[in-house]
């Protein structure tokens, strides 16, 4: 019990897997606001994607929840991740308070977190299968 909390808590696993779940997250809010791009009185929604990160980032010594005891125990964030309705006004169109090219925008760089957590966590293990086998690819 003890090797696999030193094992994990070296590594970036359980803040890539909390980026990774934000941005899964995140991807779903943006696009139910394209979805509704034309929906009148429909009110835009976001996620606390920074202070969600900020919570993760400080806070991985707390266990995940194991099933099995032959199972790794994997750090998992306090925090949850929050969506909310942003303060904005009525935009140009009347319909609503959605800006389609802002939310284009937002979904862009809310993909490159995304690219970016998936590659780092593929690192990360495979620095582990490294460091298991003893040998490189």
């Known amino acids: 019990m003890f090797l696999d ?4 808590n070296k590594t970036k696993v359980p803040v890539l897997t909390g980026v990774l779940d934000v ?18 009185g429909y009110r835009r ?5 920074q202070d969600y990160l900020e919570s993760i980032v400080g806070n991985t010594a707390i266990e995940g929840r194991r099933s099995d005891p032959r199972h790794l125990a994997i750090p998992s964030p ?16 009347g319909l609503n308070n959605v800006d389609i090219d802002q939310e284009m925008a937002t979904l862009a760089e809310n993909h490159l977190f995304f690219n970016a957590g998936q590659k780092l966590m593929a690192r990360q293990f495979d620095g582990l299968r490294k460091a298991i086998t003893g040998r490189s690819r």
Do not use: G
């Open 5 to 8: 909390k030193v094992l994990f």
């Open 23 to 40: 941005t899964q997250l995140r991807q779903r809010v943006l696009a139910n606001n394209v979805a509704n791009v034309s929906t009148p």
């Open 45 to 49: 929604q976001d996620v606390r994607f």
């Open 78 to 93: 306090t925090a949850n991740p929050e969506v909310f309705e942003p303060e904005s006004s009525v935009n140009d169109s």
